[in-house]
């Protein structure tokens, strides 16, 4: 909790980029750069993604954790 206060702005960008990483290699979903939001389901390790719904939520310590619903 101190280092996170100390530096937030890094906290978010390695949240950001542990949640992609989980997406686009574990489940198989890729937000598609410049389109507007467009995504693209590939075959990840537990199948075909048909689609997925996640939330950010901040815990009482400031640490930002992600909740999420993938149908296969």
């Known amino acids: 909790a101190e280092i996170a206060a100390k530096?937030?702005?890094a906290c978010a960008e390695f949240f950001h980029f542990i949640?992609?990483?989980i997406l686009e290699v574990l489940i198989g979903v890729v937000?598609?750069?410049n389109s507007g939001g467009k995504v693209v389901s590939n075959h990840?390790?537990?199948g075909?993604?048909?689609c997925y719904f996640g939330t950010v939520e901040m815990q009482g310590r400031g640490m930002l954790h992600f909740?999420?619903?993938v149908w296969m």
């Open 31 to 33: 937000i598609v750069k």
């Open 67 to 69: 909740h999420s619903v």
């Open 44 to 46: 990840g390790c537990l």
């Open 7 to 9: 530096d937030p702005t």
């Open 48 to 50: 075909q993604a048909e």
């Open 19 to 21: 949640t992609t990483a």
